[in-house]
């Protein structure tokens, strides 16, 4: 069945350095894939998301890769920052007729250091 | 505009015993989704609606779970007898539901369940 796994499950940074979060999807179809952070008790939350039709796509100090013939897709931080420390979910999906089933790896805790 | 509405946002339960969860919807998301996220896991599908009819509930324990979405808007989680693996956030999605979606989900803040 469809399958995303993420690495590393944990990750420690210094401030101000990058953090690089990595996923691999199993369904070729699939063709979107965004990316959650969820702090402590809170609802996971969009922070970026990337189409089968792009490979890059950055905002702000937040980037993600996607290699569709590797099916694998990635997560940049750069210049982090105390406030970046939550856990990071990674999803895969196959949006078809309006349907959008989306796969989440197990997640990526992050602990920005000041 | 205000985000998907999840309530209780705590229970605790027995084991054996039922618990219901409710969930209202993104206004004019016509799309909607459970996931259940258990402690230091990803979210997982149980059940996706579209208006109010049922598109995948392939991962769904029918034995013991069930919702409904009577009338397109709200939804209803329910789950009968609780055992203590049932231990987990219950989060409602909704999305448009219209070709590519923009924007992702929009998660609601979720039921945290613990069944002792």
């Known amino acids: 069945g469809e399958n995303v796994e993420q690495h590393p499950s944990t990750l420690s940074v210094q401030e101000g350095e990058s953090a690089v979060i990595k996923c691999t999807y199993s369904?070729?179809?699939?063709?979107?894939f965004p990316w959650y952070k969820q702090e402590l008790g809170k609802r996971p939350q969009l922070i970026i998301d990337i189409r089968s039709n792009v490979g890059e796509k950055k905002d702000q100090r937040i980037a993600v890769t996607l290699n569709k013939t590797a099916k694998h897709f990635s997560l940049h931080i750069t210049e982090t920052q105390p406030e970046d420390s939550a856990v990071y979910f990674c999803?895969?999906?196959?949006?078809?007729?309006?349907?959008?089933?989306?796969?989440f790896g197990a997640g990526t805790r992050l602990a920005v250091h000041p | 505009e205000a985000g998907v509405a999840q309530s209780p946002r705590y229970k605790i339960i027995e084991k054996r015993q039922s618990v219901a969860f409710w969930c209202n919807p993104i206004?004019?998301?016509?799309?909607l989704y459970w996931y259940q996220q258990i402690l230091g896991q990803g979210p997982k599908l149980l059940i996706q609606?579209?208006?109010?009819?049922?598109?995948?509930d392939s991962q769904l324990p029918k034995d013991r779970f069930s919702a409904e979405r009577l009338k397109g808007v709200d939804s209803t989680l329910k789950i009968q007898p609780a055992k203590l693996e049932d231990s987990a956030v219950y989060l409602c999605?909704?999305?448009?539901?219209?070709?590519?979606?923009?924007?992702?989900?929009?998660f609601g803040s979720g039921t945290r369940l613990t069944v002792v």
């Open positions: 206004s004019g998301h016509a799309t």
């Open positions: 609606f579209q208006n109010n009819g049922v598109v995948d």
């Open positions: 369904d070729s179809a699939s063709n979107y």
């Open positions: 999803a895969a999906s196959k949006i078809s007729g309006g349907y959008n089933k989306l796969i």
């Open positions: 999605a909704s999305s448009l539901g219209q070709g590519y979606v923009s924007g992702g989900y929009t």
